[in-house]
């Protein structure tokens, strides 16, 4: 990553017990500015303290763009409207991967790699026994992927080389264990990816397919879960994007590094918050319906509850995925003739919501997580299953910024500084001096 085109002529000036310095201002491709800091402490004996790097940026990159203010995604240029509108997700873990939108020749190739590579290692297919009945799906995920790199050690040795089967790989072969550990909480036997299936259908088989009850494949079902993950497959420095990238640049192999990404992605604060949203709404829903009651325990501060699927560290206009997915709710669970309350009662809490000077004023509007629940729950996904689909759309963009970080020349091993308010040097207290 060559970063001399983005300094600007201009410095930024600091005054220090009465020095002054000057820092280089970078101005990315969309206006961004950022002040180069990487000499602050060398020159001056000072750190920068930034709690959550609300004001940090950890690298320069070319996968994502987000304008927060201005409710913009784009994935390497293209606004995410398009994308999740003209796009298979494959096409999309393509352009994220590679920087640009696969011809029909690369997409040809790139599928063909991701069914040669459905199957898992089948004695992986033993580790699902082990787990305990009921255990998390993200935790079983995580452990999986993990074991990803006992069986495929050779992708360690030069990664960027094999990176088109690592993506294939990772992103073929995670669809598969989230089916199967499907298949393994319901007690029924697997079903196996089938070569003539696309990437969607592919996996709704092997989640719904039962040799009583043949998976009959809908192409509303097909096309709407292309798009929701389209829409989780990438947002910039994320909390588990940049976990991704810090425990990739110990130079950890990718799978290692996408289990990091995966646990990162669990919190609730994060991708958890898809469970969580359907997991209040029911809990709104079971009490009677007064959503009133929790927007104003939301407002609280002396109440921990927050309205989950709102507010977002970065967007403070409407966050365009869930735009997107509110649209594609009412579509779906149209052509499925499905009514589901909770999609009302979301609606409902947005609507109040939006209008209510405490949201107004924080500029909290709905996330990606607010109403992709509803449909994941339309199409038969179990709730617990909700930040693993989250995870299999973000896998690409994970897959991509390691990539990044290891093709960028600038990139080291991330480790933060901090101020210490610990104990200032204190003598020894033997144990017989310490008391009762
Ligand atoms: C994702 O980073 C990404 O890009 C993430 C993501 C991705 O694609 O990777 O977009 C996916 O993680 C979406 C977010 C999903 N999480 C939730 O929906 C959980 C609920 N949301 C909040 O916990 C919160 O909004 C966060 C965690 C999303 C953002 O937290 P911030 O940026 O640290 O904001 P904050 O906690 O400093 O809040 C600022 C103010 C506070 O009030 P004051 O102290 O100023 O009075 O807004 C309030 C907060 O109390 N606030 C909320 C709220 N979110 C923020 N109040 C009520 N309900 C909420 N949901």
Known sequence: MKLEKYYAPEKARLIVEGREYELPILIGEEGEKAIDISKLRSNTGYITLDYGYINTGSCASAITYLDGDRGILNYRGYPIDDLAEKCTFVEVAYLLVHGSLPTVKQLKHFSGLLNKYALIHEDMVHFFDRFPQGSPPMSILSSMV?????????????????????????????????AFSYKKAMGHPLVYPRHDYSYCANFLNMMFHTSVAPYEVNPVVVDVLNKLLILHGDHEQNCSTSTVRLVGSAHVNLYASISAGISALWGPLHGGANQAVIEMLERIQHEGGNYRKYIEKAKDPNDPFRLVGFGHRVYKNHDPRSRIIKKACDDVLGALRITDPLLDLAKEIEEVALTDPYFIERRLYPNVDFYSGIIYKA???????????????????WIAHWKEMWDDANWRIGRPRQIYVGPVTRPFVPMEERGE
């Open 146 to 178: 993990n074991a990803l790199s006992v069986f495929y050690p050779e992708m360690i040795n030069d990664p960027l080389l094999q990176i088109d089967m690592m993506t294939a790989r990772l992103i073929s072969k995670v669809r598969t264990i989230a």
């Open 379 to 397: 199409i038969g996904i179990p709730k617990d299953m909700f930040t693993v689909m989250f995870a299999l759309g973000r896998l690409p963009g």
